[in-house]
């Protein structure tokens, strides 16, 4: 029970995060950013202190070939920050979501079509249904959902780069946000602040604790996937996008309408799909 708290916990953060992201405006998307990138290095460096794992974390820097990747890693998370923090704040969330619905399937479409991987019958299903979404989008509106897209997009290469770093997830979050930090501390020089101290206190709280708020989902979500297994993770995972949708339609009263169920019931069709065959696979094994 405590490895699903703790699960639901990080979603609940995840799901909700629409409206801590809210409370940032009217600062610009690019400068959230680079607070974000900032202050989550002093949050992650804190803990790793604490846990007195600095010295086998900054011995993970080995070659340029890690730092390379390292970097890559940065600059993708980089990427899904900004557009999302963008997202919240013009009225798009609804969008945001269905790009975390789309995730796990085009994760699969990675795998298959960069990687390499053979596919099961269920998942090229939930491949060609992803890609109906996409085009009833683009019939309907005459172009592609591409915060939705970036989003999926930018997180599923970052999953297959960080494959490449042998670091945990809280090491890893700090030598990404090490990368982050001189970009953003330029930044903020270069724009005064980047927002910081123009639009009040409570905005200005916002910002400084963004690292905070980013670090603590991740810690717990790690966490919990010591006690659980994959496939109870994976179920959980979608308690995150659900919650974004249901926070964009009801309490940020973004428009729904039958373009929009139409697309997420598309997408929804191939999670199912997916998540049950990888259940019963679990439930196999065991």
């Known amino acids: 029970m405590r490895g699903i708290g703790l699960a639901l916990i990080a979603n609940f953060i995840w ?3 629409a409206l801590y992201w809210m409370q940032t405006k009217p600062v610009e998307a690019i400068d959230v950013m680079a607070h974000r990138g900032l202050w989550t290095l002093p949050v992650t460096l804190f803990i790793i202190l604490c846990y007195r794992r600095l010295r086998e974390t900054l011995a993970l820097i080995s070659s340029v070939r890690f ?6 890693a940065a600059f993708m998370l980089t990427i899904n920050w900004g557009v999302y923090v963008f997202a919240v704040t013009n009225e798009r969330a609804t969008e945001a979501s269905l790009g975390y619905f789309m995730l796990p399937l085009l994760t699969i479409a990675l795998g298959v079509f960069v990687f390499g991987e053979k596919p099961k019958p269920v998942q090229m299903l939930a491949i060609c249904l992803a890609i109906a979404a996409v085009l009833v989008q683009l019939v309907s509106y005459g172009s592609l959902p591409w915060i939705s897209l970036t989003l999926a997009l930018s997180f599923a290469l970052y999953a297959a780069i960080r494959k490449q770093i042998e670091a945990d997830s809280l ?7 090490l990368c982050m930090a001189p970009f953003a501390i330029v930044w903020l020089l270069l724009t005064n602040g980047a927002g910081l101290g123009l639009h009040g206190a409570r905005v200005d709280l916002f910002l400084l604790f963004s690292g905070v708020f980013t670090a603590t989902p991740l810690l717990t979500y790690v966490a919990a996937a010591r006690s659980l297994s994959l496939s109870t993770i994976g179920l959980l995972t979608y308690v995150g996008p659900t919650l974004q949708l249901l926070v964009a339609i009801f309490i940020l009263k973004e428009p729904a309408n039958l373009i929009t169920a139409l697309t997420f019931g598309l997408v929804w069709l191939g999670v199912i799909a997916v998540s049950v065959d990888a259940w019963r696979s679990s439930r196999l094994a065991e």
Do not use: H, K, N
Not at 67 to 72: F, I, K, N, Q, S
Not at 171 to 177: A, I, K, N, T
């Open 67 to 72: 730092l390379g990747w390292v970097a890559l």
């Open 15 to 17: 799901g909700l995060a």
């Open 171 to 177: 090491q890893g979050l700090f030598l990404e946000s």
